[in-house]
């Protein structure tokens, strides 16, 4: 909650800014001074295109390596990763536009996890995506040198990988059973929202380099998951015994939904041709 308070302060004082200085009606020493500080002629670039790639830290239950006590949600055990987004902007007024967003998130699942106090074994890594739209201003801060702030929301799906554990028990010597556990989420998807602040300095008239830092979060919904079990056991009296000790293996879908809130401070550094 720190985090994301912290942006949105950032976020609101910049939007703040940009709103009062090109406000008609504000008095007009002070709507020079603004301007004089923040506003400085730039060329006339109405539309950006930037690639960026950097870091994503997980926090909250999207980090947790706990096992959650609650049946309807899952924690995600997520590793911190890699970031990546392509931007497409358009400048409305001034300093004040319009950006969509295309992102995508990789993260490790941490072996520290445990079901029932069997390690996990992961089939891959998370994937969160992020296709987002909102607000965005690029204010001037000199001829080359620029803060910039966005606030965007939208569609935030993910991908949880399959999880599979094995454990063995002794039975006093006389039989052992092996238990092979695997589970499986279908494709989550939810409103999600990214609070960005950064900073652009042009290396030309039409390109230049840019790092951001920003809060994205969602409670993202898996509609359902898949559960197999095997249970194999065996005893040195199964090959005398005319009845052998039979063996389990199933596998159930459930369609109640779960949930798992989805929190990341994403670092990324790139480059932006405005045109």
């Known amino acids: ?23 008609p009606d504000a008095p007009t020493n002070v709507k020079k001074t603004i301007s004089a500080t923040l506003l400085p ?22 980090a947790s390596t706990a ?24 400048k409305i007024y001034k300093i004040i536009g319009a950006m969509v967003m295309i992102g995508g998130n990789i993260n490790g699942y941490n072996s520290a996890a445990t079901i029932s106090g069997a390690a996990i074994t992961p089939s891959g890594s998370h994937y969160v995506g992020q296709y987002l739209a909102g607000p965005h201003v690029s204010i001037p801060v000199g001829k080359k040198f620029f803060i910039e702030a966005r606030a965007l929301v939208g569609l935030v799906t993910s991908h949880y990988p399959a999880l599979s554990a094995s454990e063995s028990l002794s039975l006093g010597g006389f039989a052992s059973t092996t238990v092979d556990y695997s589970y499986k989420l279908t494709s989550g998807s939810a409103f999600g929202y990214s609070f960005g602040v950064g900073a652009k300095y042009m290396l030309g ?20 998951y898949t559960v197999h079990e095997a249970v194999t056991t065996t005893s040195i009296f199964s090959a005398l015994s005319s009845t052998p000790i039979p063996n389990i293996n199933t596998t159930n879908t459930y369609t109640n939904p779960v949930h ?10 790139g480059g932006a041709f405005s045109f």
Do not use: R
């Open 260 to 269: 798992m809130s989805i929190g990341m401070i994403n670092i990324s550094a």
């Open 67 to 90: 096992a959650s006590t609650d049946s309807t949600h899952i924690n995600g055990a997520a590793q911190a990763g890699i970031h990546f987004n392509a931007t497409v902007g358009y």
């Open 205 to 224: 008239n039409h390109f230049g380099i840019t790092l951001n830092v920003a809060y994205s979060g969602s409670n993202t919904k898996y509609s359902g």
């Open 1 to 23: 909650m720190k985090n994301t308070s912290l942006v949105a302060l950032i976020i609101s004082t910049l939007f703040t800014t940009a709103a009062f200085a090109t406000e």
């Open 41 to 62: 002629e730039t060329p006339d670039n109405k539309f950006s295109i930037g690639l960026a790639a950097g870091t994503t830290i997980p926090l909250g239950g999207y």
